[in-house]
């Protein structure tokens, strides 16, 4: 029979220790199995054409974009920043400091995450006054971008564009409605955080 002196003891600190390996194998085996990515990428817009009333469908727009994320697998989840800048050139050209849109954006990749398709929902806030409505305004923001195509090299870092992608801002509800369509060619870089 074993004394009480030699029979090994389970205290809290062993306890404790042996809970930690376990979690770190388990965090470990899951990583592995998930490969889940946080990417960050800084982005370049231009619109074209837009529908926004009352101006001609040619009242350009530009800006620039930063979205955060977390990729697991082929779906991520990210965070949207972006300015929007509008240019009106139908009587004079005119520079308006456009709108400020937020939101979280859902993305789905196809073919060795070389190709994805993004939805982002938020808020689109105002950043100048129109006879309407004050600056500061905030409305609904909607992008669309059906085909963001993935240059990705060894080092994580990857080239994005998106050849054709849909923007509707709405920074003002109340009548009259402030609203804009905004077909944007977009590009950028991506990189690993």
């Given amino acids: 029979m074993m004394s009480r002196c030699c029979r090994p003891r389970m205290g809290p600190a062993v306890l404790v220790k042996l809970l930690g390996i376990l979690l ?22 231009g619109a074209l054409l837009s529908d ?41 050209l ?16 196809f073919f060795r995450q ?3 398709a993004k939805a982002v929902v938020g808020t689109s806030t105002l950043l100048f006054a129109t006879p309407f409505h004050p600056a500061g305004t905030t409305g609904l923001f909607v992008a669309l971008e059906p085909a963001v195509f993935r240059l990705p090299f060894r080092s994580g870092v990857a080239l994005v564009a998106a050849p054709l992608s849909l923007a509707w801002l709405v920074p003002a509800r109340e009548s009259p409605t402030l609203r804009r369509l905004e077909y944007r060619l977009s590009f950028g870089i991506e990189v690993p955080l």
């Avoid at 470990?28 to 490969?35: I, L, P």
């Avoid at 009242?59 to 989840?77: C, H, I, K, T």
């Avoid at 005119?94 to 990749?109: C, M, S, T």
């Fill in 24 to 45: 770190t194998l388990a965090v470990t085996g899951v990583h592995a199995q998930h490969r889940h990515h946080i990417p960050m990428r800084f982005l370049l817009h």
């Fill in 52 to 92: 926004m009333p009352g101006l001609s469908n040619a009242a350009a727009g530009f800006g620039g974009a930063l979205e955060v994320g977390l990729r697991v697998r082929d779906l991520e989840g990210f965070l949207h920043f972006e300015q929007d800048s509008w240019l009106a050139i139908d009587n004079a």
């Fill in 94 to 109: 005119a520079l308006r400091p456009g709108v400020v849109n937020i939101g979280l954006g859902l993305a789905r990749y």
């Fill in 114 to 116: 070389r190709l994805c």
